[in-house]
Structure formats: structure tokens, C-alpha cells
């Protein structure tokens, strides 16, 4: 057991490593650190987009369920799980997006912090550490913004998990009713979810755009 913490601390300084010789390499092709945080906010959008899509898709789906033919409750339980499934792996990216905008916008502030020391000028000097608060607030509500909505998302799969589990533990009649009484409630859940999410994206858009503006 004593040997776990040296092995987190050996895998940390062998992950910063590698993230360093990432940010080194992408500097020598004119990519600084700076770029890479935009693209990964525009990647992080985009994978917002999409999770937010097919969250809405999903939804509809389990909704359609009411309406089903008892004879066609495996063939909709097929379906139910491909959605579910599909949401999942939505939402997975959408929070790995997130640690990628984390971990460089770690570096880039920590990085321009330590630049501060090299200004001769006073003046500029200010004006570089006014950027930089500047950007570390921007930076600071996106992320913020993102974990609001990816956080809405847990409860919403955990429910689509229940309510595919229980079509596939119950293919009959009491299965749609039981069903569609869940996603039913289940609507001002998704509808918060959704407006999170495209909170989220419009702050993407203002962070990118004043990003890009400077």
C-alpha cells in the first residue's frame, strides 16, 4: 500500500511529462498554447452540440415508447438501449473535453504568470497582467458553465438507464404504461439539461470570440 502514493506521483510527473513535450513540439510549428485552448473550447462546444442533440433524440425516443405495440417491445427495447448508449458516450466526451480545456488552460496561466518577471517595462507589464486576469476569469466561467450542464446530465442517463433496464427486465403491457408515467416526469429534467447546455455553448462562443479578438 505504502508504494500507491509513489505510483500516483511517478504516473503524475510522467503525464505533466508528456503534456510538456506535447505544448514543446506544437510551439516549434507555431501552435502556442494559447491556440491549442481555442481549439479545445471549439471542440468542447462541439461535442456539446452534439450531446445536446442527442439528449433531445433520446428523449423523444423513451417518450415514443407509450405508443408502442406490446409485439414490438423488443424491437424498442433494441432501440431504447442504442439511444441510451449513444447519450452516454455523448456525455463522455463532453467531460473529457472539459479535462483537455482544464489541463491546458492550466499550463497557459501558469506559463504566462511566470512571463510576467521578464517584462522590463512597468507598462506593459500591466497591461500583460490585466490580459491575463482578464483571461483567467473568461476561462474560469466557461468551465464553470460546462460542469453546470455536464452535471445536469448524470441524473438524465441514470434515468434512461432505469427506464431500459425495466423494458428489458419487463417486455409487456404494464412495461409501457410504468414507462411512459417516467419520462413524462422525467421532461423538466431534460428541459433544464438542455438550457444548461446551451448556456454552456453560448459561453464557448463569447470565450472564442473574445479569444480571438485579442
Known sequence: MKSLPLLLTATCLLMCSCQSAYYGAMEKFGVHKRDILVDRVEDAREAQ?????????????????????????????????????????????????????????EALFKEWEGELDQYTSKELRAVSAGQLESTQKLSKNLIQAMDSAASKMDPVLNAFRDQVLFLKHNLNAQAIAALNKTSLALRDEVEVLIKQMEASIDEANAFVAQMRSE
Open 49 to 105: 452540440e452534439e450531446a445536446k442533440e442527442q439528449f433531445e433524440s433520446a428523449f423523444e425516443e423513451f417518450l415514443a415508447v407509450s405508443e408502442v405495440d406490446v409485439s414490438q417491445l423488443k424491437v424498442t427495447y433494441d432501440r431504447l438501449q442504442a439511444a441510451f448508449d449513444d447519450s452516454e458516450s455523448k456525455a463522455n466526451a463532453v467531460k473529457s473535453r472539459i479535462e483537455a480545456i482544464e489541463e491546458v488552460s
